[in-house]
C-alpha cells in the first residue's frame, strides 16, 4: 500500500495547485469528448472520416486544428511566464516551475505549433496549386500526422505525469545529461520531439515528390505558385536537416538510458558536440518555419495587390540560396563556446551573406505592392505588416551574426526579442495569414473579415508593445531564462510593459478564436470557390475541394494559371465540358493512427525506462510495418455518376 | 525537366517493370531521396565518432581492440551479398522469378552471417576486452555508429524476407518488382555505408 | 494497384553477368588496396587518410553506378539533384563539426 502511494506521488506530477486545476479540466475535457461521440453516435464516423483518413485536406485540417490547441498551450505558458517577470520579486512561479514553463513554451511553438501549422497549410494547398489530386504518397502523409500528433501527446503528457523537462528547448548538455537532470522530463522531450521528427521526416519527402512528380500537364517548375515553390525548398530543408536531429536526440536518449558518455563531462565526452549537433538542424529548422511563410505572403501580396508577383525568378533562386546557405551557418549560435577567430569569422560571414537574399524578397514584396490596386483584406494586413516588423528582427540578426559584438548580446533579452520578432512577425503573422486567407477553401465559408481586423490590430499593435521594448531590457542587461530580479536595477516599468503586450497578444489570438465559432455559424458561404479573386489553381475548384480535387485535371499554359483562365473567359474562350473519367483514390487505412499508437506506447515505455512496455511497443510497430507491406488491394476508382452528382451539386455541370 | 519531348507516362513504357506504373516511379524515386537523407544520418554519426575517436578515457582504444581479420571477414562477407543482391536485380530485369528469389535467400543469408561476425565482435569487445558502449565516449561513439548500421542490415533482413514471401506468392509484378528493386538499393546503400565504417572507423583506427 | 503482368520490356539481355561480377571484382581489389595502404606501408599519415578515404569514394560510387542503376528513372535529376545536396549536407555536417571541435580555445 505504502509503495504503491509512493509510486503514485512520483508517477503523477503533485504538490501544486495550478497542476491539479489543469488535472480536473483535462479529465472533464475528457469525459466530455467521450460522452458527447457517444450521446450523438459519432464513433464511427470519427473513425472512418477522419482518424483513417488519407486525404490531404483532411490531414491539414486535423493538423491546424492540433496546432491552434498546442498554441494555446504554449500562449499559456508564455503569459505564465510574464505574470512571474511583470514584477521585481514576484512569487508567482518558482525557479524550478519557471524553468519548465519557458522550455515547454518553446518546444510546443517551435515543434508543435510552428510546423504542424505549416504542414497543415501546405497539406491543403500545395496538391490543389499543382493540380494534383493528392500527395504522392498518402498512406505516408497520415503516417506523419499521426507522428506528429502522438508525438505531441507525449510530450504534453509530462505536464501531469512524470514531470515536465527543464533543460530549454535546446536543451543543453551536460545540464540535460542523467547526472544533473534525474527524472523523465528530459526523456519526455528527447521521446516526444523524435518521434514527430521522424513524421517531419516523412512529410518532407512526401512533398518533394509530390511537387517534382505530380505537377499538372504545362506547369514546368518556373510556371509552380510561389507557395509551392517555398514548400519545394523546405521540404529540401527538412529531408537533410532532420536526420542530423533524429540522431542528436538518439544520442542524448542512450546516454540517459544506457549509460553512454557522448555529451557527458565524465569519461571523454562532449557537451559542445551536443551544442553542435543540435544547431546543425536548430539553424535550418529557423527556415523551415520561415520559407513557408514567404510563400504565403507572396501568394497574398500579389492576390490583393491584384498583381503578377514582382521579381518571381529573383523570388526562387533567392530561396535556393537561403536553402544551401542555411546549413553553413549553424555555429553563430554558440560563438562563445570558444572557437578560434578564423571558425568565428567564417560563420559571422555565412550569417550575414544570408541576409542578402532575404533582403531582396523584402524588395520584390515592396514592387509588388508598386502601383498595385491593393485590397485590404485581413490576410492582406497580415501580410503588410510582416515586412516591416520582420525587417526589425532580420537586421537585428544581422547585429548579432557578428561574433565579437555577440559577446554582448549573447544570452539576453536582446536575443530573445530578435528570434521572436522573427518568429512572431514571420512565422506567427504568416501563418495566421494562410488561415484566413484559406480558410474558405478548407471549410466552404470565409472568415469575419471585421472580427479579423480587431483581432489583427490588438495581436500586432500588442506584439510590438511586447517586444520592443524587449530589445532594450536585453541591452540593460537582463539575461534571458532568469526567473526573478531584484527591484532597483530599472528593468521592472519596462518588464511591466511587455507584459501588458503578452496579455494583448492572448486577447487578439482570443478574438481569433471566437471569430473562428462566430464564422462557423455565421459566416459567408463561398459558393464561387475564389473568393479572393485568385490567380492560382487552388481558386479553381470549389470550396471546399471535392474529395478528388478536380474533376478534370487542369492544363496549363502559364504562372498564375487560374488568373489566365479567367483572363480567356473574360475574353469569352467557352471551355469544352469533357466527359468524366473514373478517378483512382487511395483508401482509407488505419494502420497510421494504430501503428503511431505504438510509438506512443513504446515511447512512454521508454520515458519511464519500463522496458517490458517498451519493447512491445516497438514490436507492435514493426508487425505494422509488415502488415502494411502485404496489403496490395489499397485503391478504389470513383464512378462516373458520383463524380456528376457531386459537380452538380457544387453548381458545377449543368 | 522541361524541355523534354515525351510525358512521363509514356517514357515509363519504355522502361523496366518497376517504373512501369506511376506509384512505382513516385516510389522509387521518394526511396532515393530517403536515401540521401539516411546519407546525412549516417553523417552525423560519423562526425561524432570522429571527434570522439582520441577520447579514450583510459578505456581500451582502436589500437588495442581491432583486429584485422574479423573486420575483413565482415566486410568481405558484405561486399559479396551486395553482389548477390545485384544478381538478384538482374535476374529481376530478366523476368525470372525463381532466379530472383534463389538470389534474395543467398543475400539474406549472408546478412545473416554479417550479424552473427558482428555481434560475435561487439560481444567479444564489451565482455572479454571488459569495454562495453559506457566505458568512454570513443567506445559509446564506435558501438553506436556500427550498431546504427547492424541495426539496418536487421531491419533489410526482415524486410529482404517479406519480399521473398510476397514474390513466391504473387510472382514478379510492377508491384513486387518495385519492391524487390527497392530493398535492393537499400542493400546496395548499406555496403556504401560499411565501406566508409571500414576506412573511417577500422582503418583509421590502425594507422592512428 | 494494377498488377500488370510483364507487359514492360526485360530490359537485360540473357549472358553471363559481367558487369556484376566486375563491379564485386573492383570492390574486394580496392578494399585489400586499402587495406595493404594502411597495414602494410607506412606512409606519412595524412597521406594514409587521403589516399584510403579516395579509395572509399571510388568504391561507393562503383556501387551506386553498377548496382544500384543511379542513372534510371523517367527523370534521373531528381535522385542525381537530392544525391548531390545529401553529399553536400553529409560533407558540411563531417568537415564543419571536425573543424569546429577541432578548433576551441
Known amino acids: ?654 | 525537366m522541361a524541355a523534354s519531348t515525351l510525358t512521363e507516362s509514356e517514357k515509363r513504357k519504355n522502361m523496366p517493370l518497376e517504373y512501369s506504373t506511376e506509384e512505382g516511379d513516385l516510389r522509387i524515386v521518394g526511396f532515393w531521396i530517403f536515401l540521401a537523407a539516411e546519407l546525412v544520418l549516417f553523417s552525423t554519426l560519423f562526425a561524432t565518432y570522429l571527434v570522439l575517436q582520441s577520447h579514450t578515457a583510459g578505456a581500451p582504444t582502436a589500437k588495442d581492440l581491432f583486429k584485422i581479420n574479423p573486420v575483413m571477414a565482415e566486410t568481405i562477407v558484405l561486399l559479396v551479398s551486395s553482389f548477390t543482391c545485384g544478381l538478384g536485380t538482374l535476374e529481376l530485369r530478366r523476368h525470372n522469378t525463381k532466379g530472383l528469389i534463389a538470389w534474395l535467400v543467398v543475400t539474406v543469408i549472408l546478412g545473416l552471417a554479417f550479424i552473427g561476425l558482428e555481434a560475435n565482435e561487439f560481444y567479444s569487445y564489451a565482455v572479454h576486452e571488459g569495454a562495453p558502449l559506457s566505458s568512454s565516449a570513443f567506445l559509446s561513439g564506435f558501438f553506436i555508429l556500427l550498431g546504427t548500421h547492424g541495426a539496418h542490415v536487421t531491419l533489410g533482413i526482415f524486410w529482404v524476407t517479406a519480399i521473398i514471401i510476397q514474390l513466391a506468392q504473387r510472382g514478379i509484378t510492377a508491384v513486387t518488382a518495385r519492391k524487390a528493386f527497392m530493398v535492393g538499393l537499400y542493400w546496395h546503400f548499406l555496403d556504401v555505408v560499411w565501406i566508409f565504417i571500414f576506412t573511417a572507423v577500422y582503418l583509421t583506427g590502425l594507422v592512428i | 494497384m494494377q498488377e500488370h503482368k510483364n507487359t514492360a520490356v526485360e530490359s537485360e539481355p540473357a549472358g553471363f553477368p559481367w558487369k556484376q561480377v566486375i563491379g564485386l571484382i573492383l570492390s574486394l581489389a580496392l578494399t585489400f588496396l586499402a587495406l595493404w595502404i594502411a597495414v602494410g606501408l607506412s606512409l606519412p599519415v595524412h597521406v594514409t587518410l587521403t589516399l584510403i578515404v579516395g579509395l572509399a569514394v571510388i568504391q561507393a560510387l562503383i556501387q551506386l553506378f553498377m548496382f544500384m542503376h543511379v542513372l534510371e528513372g523517367t527523370d534521373t535529376s531528381h535522385q542525381i539533384l537530392g544525391l548531390i545536396f545529401g553529399i553536400f549536407v553529409a560533407f558540411a555536417m563531417v568537415a564543419g563539426t571536425l573543424w569546429i571541435m577541432y578548433f576551441t580555445l
Open chain 1, 1 to 654: 500500500m505504502e509503495n504503491i502511494k509512493t509510486f503514485l506521488s512520483h508517477f503523477f506530477v503533485t504538490g501544486d495547485p495550478m497542476i491539479y486545476g489543469a488535472d480536473a479540466s483535462i479529465a472533464l475535457v475528457s469525459v466530455a469528448i467521450v460522452f458527447v461521440l457517444t450521446y450523438f453516435k459519432k464513433w464511427k464516423w470519427l473513425w472512418r472520416e477522419w482518424l483513417t483518413t488519407v486525404d490531404h485536406k483532411r490531414i491539414g485540417i486535423m493538423y491546424i486544428i492540433a496546432a491552434l490547441l498546442m498554441l494555446f498551450r504554449g500562449g499559456v505558458d508564455a503569459l505564465m511566464m510574464r505574470t512571474q517577470l511583470a514584477l521585481p520579486n514576484m512569487h508567482f512561479l518558482n525557479s524550478e516551475h519557471y524553468n519548465q514553463v519557458f522550455t515547454t513554451h518553446g518546444t510546443i511553438m517551435i515543434i508543435f505549433v510552428a510546423m504542424p501549422f505549416i504542414f497543415g497549410l501546405m497539406n491543403i494547398a500545395v496538391p490543389l496549386q499543382i493540380g494534383a489530386r493528392d500527395v504522392a504518397f498518402p498512406f505516408l502523409n497520415a503516417v506523419s500526422f499521426w507522428l506528429f500528433f502522438f508525438g505531441a501527446m507525449l510530450f504534453n503528457l509530462s505536464f501531469v505525469i512524470g514531470g515536465s523537462p527543464d533543460a530549454g528547448w535546446s536543451s543543453y548538455a551536460p545540464y540535460a545529461g542523467a547526472e544533473l537532470n534525474p527524472g523523465v522530463g528530459q526523456n519526455y522531450y528527447l521521446i516526444g520531439v523524435q518521434i514527430s521528427g521522424i513524421g517531419s521526416l516523412a512529410t518532407g519527402i512526401n512533398f518533394l515528390v509530390t511537387i517534382a512528380k505530380m505537377r499538372a500537364p504545362g506547369m514546368t517548375l518556373f510556371k509552380m505558385p510561389l507557395f509551392t515553390w517555398s514548400i519545394l525548398i523546405t521540404s529540401i530543408i527538412v529531408i537533410f536537416a532532420f536526420p542530423a536531429f533524429t540522431v542528436a536526440l538518439a544520442l542524448m536518449t542512450i546516454d540517459r538510458l544506457f549509460g553512454a558518455h557522448f555529451f557527458t563531462i565524465a569519461s571523454g565526452g562532449s557537451p559542445m558536440l551536443w551544442a553542435n549537433l543540435f544547431w546543425f538542424w536548430g539553424h535550418p529548422e529557423v527556415y523551415i518555419v520561415l520559407l513557408p511563410v514567404f510563400g504565403i505572403f507572396s501568394e497574398v501580396i500579389a492576390t490583393f495587390a491584384h498583381k503578377a508577383l514582382f521579381g518571381y525568378v529573383v523570388m526562387i533562386w533567392s530561396m535556393i540560396a537561403i536553402s544551401v546557405l542555411s546549413f553553413l551557418t549553424w555555429l553563430h549560435h554558440f560563438f562563445t563556446m570558444g572557437n578560434t577567430a578564423p571558425v568565428n569569422a567564417f560563420f559571422s560571414l555565412s550569417t550575414m551573406l544570408i541576409a542578402i537574399p532575404t533582403g531582396v524578397k523584402i524588395f520584390n514584396w515592396l514592387f509588388t505592392l508598386n502601383k498595385g490596386r491593393i485590397e485590404f483584406t485581413t490576410p492582406m494586413l497580415w501580410a503588410l505588416a510582416f515586412i516591416p516588423n520582420f525587417t526589425v528582427g532580420g537586421v537585428t540578426g544581422v547585429m548579432l551574426a557578428m561574433a565579437p559584438a555577440d559577446y554582448q548580446y549573447h544570452n539576453s533579452d536582446f536575443l530573445v526579442a530578435h528570434f521572436h520578432s522573427t518568429l512572431i512577425a514571420g512565422t506567427v503573422f504568416g501563418v495566421f495569414c494562410g488561415l484566413h486567407y484559406w480558410w474558405p477553401k478548407m471549410f466552404g465559408y470565409l472568415l469575419n473579415e471585421k472580427l479579423g481586423k480587431w483581432s489583427f490590430w490588438i495581436f500586432m499593435i500588442s506584439y510590438n508593445i511586447c517586444f520592443m521594448p524587449m530589445y532594450f531590457l536585453g541591452l540593460m542587461g537582463m539575461t534571458r531564462r532568469m526567473y526573478t530580479y531584484p527591484a532597483g536595477l530599472g528593468w521592472g516599468p519596462i518588464n511591466f510593459i511587455i507584459t501588458i503586450g503578452a496579455f494583448g497578444m492572448g486577447l487578439g489570438f482570443t478574438i481569433m478564436a471566437a471569430n473562428i465559432i462566430w464564422s462557423a455559424i455565421h459566416g459567408k458561404r463561398d459558393t464561387t470557390g475564389d473568393p479572393w479573386d485568385g490567380r492560382t489553381l487552388e481558386w479553381s475548384t470549389s470550396s471546399p475541394a471535392p474529395e478528388y480535387n478536380f474533376a478534370h485535371i487542369p492544363v496549363v499554359s502559364t504562372r498564375d494559371a487560374f488568373e489566365a483562365m479567367k483572363e480567356e473567359e473574360r475574353k469569352g474562350v467557352k471551355r469544352r465540358q469533357l466527359p468524366f473519367e473514373p478517378i483512382h483514390m487511395p483508401n482509407n487505412s488505419g494502420i497510421p493512427f494504430i501503428m503511431s499508437a505504438f510509438f506512443f506506447v513504446a515511447g512512454f515505455g521508454f520515458v519511464f525506462e519500463w522496458y517490458w512496455m517498451g519493447i512491445p511497443g516497438l514490436i507492435g510497430i514493426v508487425i505494422c510495418l509488415l502488415a502494411r507491406s502485404f496489403v496490395y488491394n489499397d485503391h478504389h476508382h470513383i464512378p462516373t455518376d458520383e463524380i456528376e452528382r457531386t459537380e452538380r451539386a457544387a453548381g458545377r455541370f449543368s
